[in-house]
T-cell receptor, first 114, second 113 residues
Framework: ETGVTQSPTHLIKTRGQQVTLRCSSQ?????VSWYQQALGQGPQFIFQYYREEENGRGNFPPRFSGLQFPNYSSELNVNALELDDSALYLCASSLGGDSNQPQHFGDGTRLSIL | DAKTTQPNSMESNEEEPVHLPCNHS???????IHWYRQLPSQGPEYVIHGLTSNVNNRMASLAIAEDRKSSTLILHRATLRDAAVYYC??????????????FGGGTRVLVKP
């Protein structure tokens, strides 16, 4: 079975720009969650999509937005980039709304803001 | 979300057991205890989860205190590949929507050859 894949692996942007990060979920998984991980810290929940609808959101401003497509792949969009947005962005997929289903993570996109 | 408390770091020798403690004194009756680990330069990886009874799988064992206010992840024979940050996370088992993982700082495990 194919695991969670994210693209690109690394990205450099400047302040004020916009970025789109992509995630292909594990085969059969219909739920995608996005996390931001700053250096030396644990991942922080951004939002989750279930069957193409946003299904929960963490404490992130509206300039962080997302999409889930019919094939359950997903995008994370960040507008008006700030220096503090420099982080590892992780995507995780899981099956259904059962809280006890493990989340399967990709290896992330490392975003650097100059 | 209920909080967990873990030591910042632990050291172990290769092929010896590792016991990783986690305190969760404010756990609710519907919270499951989940463990994830994050190897260097990788995304987190699910390890194990449980509610009340001790659990075993191919990766580890989870021992849960009778009052559920603490738990211990047990790696039976540490290998160099087990060097990672281990996260103890509480998840509400009855929450249908937005079942996020709330990560704390975790425990960094160093395995010495």
């Amino acid at each position: 079975e194919t695991g969670v894949t994210q693209s690109p692996t690394h990205l450099i942007k400047t302040r004020g720009q916009q970025v789109t990060l992509r995630c292909s979920s594990q085969s059969g998984h219909n739920t995608v969650s996005w996390y931001q991980q700053a250096l030396g810290q644990g991942p922080q929940f951004i939002f989750q999509y279930y069957r193409e609808e946003e299904n929960g959101r963490g404490n992130f401003p509206p300039r962080f937005s997302g999409l889930q497509f019919p094939n359950y792949s997903s995008e994370l969009n960040v507008n008006a980039l700030e220096l503090d947005d420099s982080a590892l962005y992780l995507c995780a997929s899981s099956l259904g709304g059962d809280s006890n289903q493990p989340q399967h993570f990709g290896d992330g996109t490392r975003l650097s803001i100059l | 979300d209920a909080k967990t408390t873990q030591p910042n770091s632990m050291e172990s020798n290769e092929e010896e057991p590792v016991h990783l403690p986690c305190n969760h004194s404010t756990i609710s009756g519907t919270d499951y205890i989940h463990w994830y680990r994050q190897l260097p330069s990788q995304g987190p990886e699910y390890v194990i989860h449980g509610l009340t009874s001790n659990v075993n799988n191919r990766m580890a064992s989870l021992a849960i205190a009778e009052d559920r206010k603490s738990s211990t992840l047990i790696l039976h024979r540490a290998t160099l590949r087990d060097a990672a940050v281990y996260y103890c996370i509480l998840r509400d088992g009855f929450k249908a929507a937005g079942n996020k993982l709330t990560f704390g700082g975790g425990t960094r495990v160093l395995v010495k050859p």
